[in-house]
């Protein structure tokens, strides 16, 4: 691959890019799901990548949620 | 160390003092760090004045300022500068072309009976996201109905509050995350103690939390703090929580927020319209937390959400949310819910 020429696309970065999280565009974090082809803005707060005013609300629409009763898969 | 020039924080980088602390938050990057106050002040003067002239002023703090101004630029939260004139501030103001940011909408038949025309005004209004919830079972069909009339919106998220099923099953909550992008947040509430899943998903998350009503609301930590530009204007100029906020409550009542009881009207005979020009609506919505007792003395004022349903004393419009547990003073969290002072309040509205 010419990374000099193509360093500054998201093809680049998608190409190369193994772990979910992709730094398309400089600091913001996406989660692109390689099943369904989806790129997404990661949850608000969740991952402290709240800034994302296009895809989910710059501001926690309720506060209903505490975060450390969430159930995860390696267990709360 | 380059001692002839200024030293700087970009300009999205933003100091907030408070009584014993600061914090600096990147609002674009979307995260901040505590400070001392002492380090406050240093960037203050770091703003006005050359590092070669600030260090002269401090004979003893060489190193620690050294190793400071190295900190931040590591973090990227700051830059040498030859002038200390060409970085200016943002500004400040927050301006935006939309008269609801958000609706809250709690489901029930009768919300369900008159969805369409709710979407409708809320679209005439501009709202980008709606939160949907239900306290108990509720169709997955019937909430893809509601979302089915997104695309004749201008909503562009949805998040959804669902209480567990077994009759629907994870696979199936899947699937519907999967199948309506729209969603960037389904939480699915009052699992069981013994609850299991596989993988964990951004935009489903399962919780043992029971939300059983809309007094769940108001929970106030470090969770949610937004260090994002439009939440840090919104902070200052209005309330983060209710400024260009409507929520219709399972009734069908217009309201600020469905944890307050005071209605505005309903749905069935008003439109949401009347209610926003309502002066006894827009009450709240101007409460900045700039204003709300000890919160003003608060570091993290800028970056926090408020709560105007919950309050320490109920009496008092300007008063600390009730479900905060932060001490600014001491810069301590405690457990809100146990805290001896609080206790009228928390009778008062019935949360235990």
Redesign the interface.
Known sequence: MNMESDETTNNYIFSEETTPFLPVNLKYLTKYNRETQQVRVSSNNFYKASTFIYMNNFRPTSKLLILQDIITDAGQ | MQANKYFLLFSNCILTKGFSRSIIAD?????YITITTEHSELLNKLKKHSIKKVLENSDNARLEIKSFVDYLIELNLGHYCSSNKEFPPINKEFKLPYRI??C?IELSDFTYKYHKSILKSLTNLGC??I?L?AYHEFSLKIIQSFLNEMPNTRV??V?I?LPFSEKIGIDNYNKFV?EN?IV??M?IHS?ANN??????S??L?????I?HSAS??????Q?????????YL?SLNAN??LHKKVSIDKNGDIKNCPSMKQSFGNIKINNIEEALNKNEFKKYGSIKKDDIAICKDCEFRHIC?D?RAYVENPEDLLSKPL?CGYNPYTNVWEDWSTNPLKQNAINHYGLI
């Open positions: 609002l674009q990057s979307g995260f940011i958000d809250i980008q996201t939160e919830r562009r998220n998040e509050y999967m992008p960037g947040k939480v699992c609850f299991h899943i596989k993988n964990n951004e935009f998350l399962f919780t043992k939390q939300i769940c609301c108001g929970n106030i930590s969770d949610i703090f937004s260090p994002n530009l439009p939440s919104l983060s929580c959400t709560c479900k």
